[in-house]
């Protein structure tokens, strides 16, 4: 569990020395009767707890990693501030009766329509990106939005709260709880329930469903603090907290708790999780200085590294150092090769002590070998550095000096993602190329239908129909490499993108077609390819290859 770092323990000391601290204050205001203190006191703690909303979206947005996930978080914590914004707004800027009935009556929409969103969120949970909820989920609206109605026109029918007075004296005082609010307490506690144990369901690790008795145990200790509110609210009892901060509190600590015992995945603690890690590596800036290692970690001389930019090197007869570039620096990550060096000191061995030619005979096959495998798999990663080192370059660049504030930030992020899929599918269609000798085609269609999937993400529509029953070849990767371009060159300005690999007599196509206002005309050397435009649609006809009957 997290809270075991001492980070965690120290800020959530605060947290609590503060939520102290407010409590106390408040429950003064009971026995001071003097309006200047009673006035600091409310502006107090609202700030307070609408800060505490603030900072806890703001915690969210950077900690949690699925976007879908995060964005039904966040509208929890916008329903939480538009509440205790509510609050503050009836009781200092307002004196009529009837507007601060009607703002006490808009406390409840927030409070029905936020369980929704975290339930919500629960649906993607250990599910890939692109993934949405059935729509027919969304049909819990209606009965919300039905509550919110009854709460909003309660004057007409008084089916939420009944005021003892018909003509609405001391209305706030004078009341009952009718049917719809014991609805909504209902609706309420329903909800966080099934969010609770649909988390606990979602998360496959039965060490960390231990943890679930914090967020029972903040769940059951809310329903507590509701009832002592009641009852606290009829006999005039000071307590610490408002029904609103109250409120606000209890959802903020149990979705938190859900986090903090890890039954939901955050972007927190993957230093450690490397730190520890089996692989002898480091991270380095451009000017090589160390600035994370695992356990296994060797730290190489600046010579060896700046060699093995260029590829692999041998250090100490014991470890190949291998790279790669990063935005802002490199990764060096070490295999162990010792084995090799203890190889050739046992065949100088062999050759002293023993007279017989068959030993050494064996000792150099082993040794050639091995060095062969390794030879193999030096050629494989310079193949593939060679295949995609532009393609890194490109990313790099698009990531380059990127703000998570810039306007362009959420554009850039999606226009790498659709870079980074490109360069694990060539990999892919390189590595199932070098081990079969005919490649299938339908490589090629999974790779398509993969590529356009984040081109979906970026924003356009985008589909393809693929004909697996054609025979593969070497043109598989050639058609996958120009499709590839063709998104490129119109990602900025395309509106919908169509691709189609298809047979025509003997020959294998693939035609992208293209809709766009801005007219472009496609333009590539060394490609047999035919282009057309009819003023909104570009279409592109790529020959793959001749079919073999």
């Known amino acids: 569990m997290k809270f075991n770092s001492k980070s965690y323990v120290a800020t959530y000391s605060l947290l609590v020395g503060l939520l102290i601290v407010v409590g106390i204050i408040r429950i003064i205001s009971f026995y001071v009767n003097n309006p200047i203190y009673n006035s600091l006191e409310f502006i107090f703690t609202s700030v307070f707890f609408l800060a505490l909303t603030i900072v806890w979206a703001i915690s969210i947005s950077r900690r949690i990693l699925s976007e879908p996930f995060k964005r039904q978080y966040i509208f929890v914590a916008a329903y939480l501030f538009f509440f205790l914004l509510v609050k503050f707004v009836r009781y200092r800027f307002t004196q009529d009766e009837m507007v601060s009935r009607a703002l006490w009556y808009l406390y409840y929409p927030p409070m029905i329509m936020l369980p929704l969103n975290a339930l919500f969120a629960t649906f993607y949970l250990g599910k890939e990106e692109g993934y949405h909820i059935n729509r027919l989920w969304y049909l819990l609206y209606i009965p919300a939005f039905i509550l919110s109605a009854l709460v909003i026109t309660n004057d007409y029918h008084q089916l939420t709260f009944h005021f003892n007075n018909p003509d609405l004296l001391n209305w706030d005082n004078e009341y009952t709880y009718s049917v719809v609010y014991f609805l909504i307490v209902a609706w309420i506690a329903i909800i966080f329930i099934i969010v609770l144990i649909k988390t606990i369901i979602s998360c496959h690790n039965t060490k960390l469903k231990k943890g679930a008795i914090i967020p029972f145990s903040i769940l059951g200790g809310g329903f507590i603090g509701f009832f002592l509110l009641i009852i606290a609210g ?152 060679e295949l995609v080192r532009n393609d890194i370059i490109y990313t790099s660049e698009v990531l380059k000096d990127l703000n998570p504030d810039s306007p362009d930030y959420e554009k850039k992020t999606k226009e790498a993602l659709i870079s980074i899929c490109y360069i694990k599918r060539r990999i892919n269609l390189f590595l199932i190329s070098y081990n079969e000798k005919n490649l299938p085609f339908k490589e090629l269609c999974y790779s398509i239908n993969e590529i356009l999937n984040y081109v979906k993400l970026y924003g356009i529509e985008a589909s393809h129909t693929c004909d697996i029953s054609l025979s593969g070849g070497d043109d598989v990767i050639y058609m996958f490499e120009q499709i590839y371009k063709v998104i490129l060159f119109y990602l900025d300005i395309a509106e919908s993108i169509f691709i189609n690999c298809y047979r025509d007599g003997n020959g294998k196509y693939a035609r992208i077609l293209v809709d766009h206002s801005i007219e472009r005309p496609y333009q590539i050397d060394g490609v047999d390819y035919e282009y057309e435009y009819d003023g909104t649609t570009s279409t592109i006809t790529i020959l793959g290859g001749k079919i073999d009957e």
């Open 234 to 385: 009829r006999v005039e009892f000071p307590l610490p907290y408002s029904f609103p901060d109250f409120f606000t509190l209890f959802v903020v600590m149990f979705l938190e708790s859900l986090i903090q015992v890890n039954l939901i995945r955050t972007n927190v603690g993957y230093v450690g999780f490397y730190k520890n890690s089996d692989l002898a590596s480091i991270i380095t800036d451009k000017n090589f200085n160390v600035y994370y290692t695992t356990t296994q970690g060797y730290l190489f001389s600046y010579d060896y590294m700046q060699k093995a930019l260029q590829g692999p090197q041998v250090a100490d007869n014991k470890w190949r150092l291998n790279s790669i570039p990063l935005k802002h620096g490199y990764f060096f990550w070490a295999d162990e090769v010792s084995y090799i060096a203890e190889l050739e000191e046992k065949l100088k061995d062999i050759g002293v002590s023993l007279d017989e030619e068959n030993e050494i005979i064996q000792a150099e096959s082993e040794l050639k070998e091995k060095k062969l495998k390794i030879e193999k798999q030096d050629e494989i990663y310079n193949k593939i550095n």
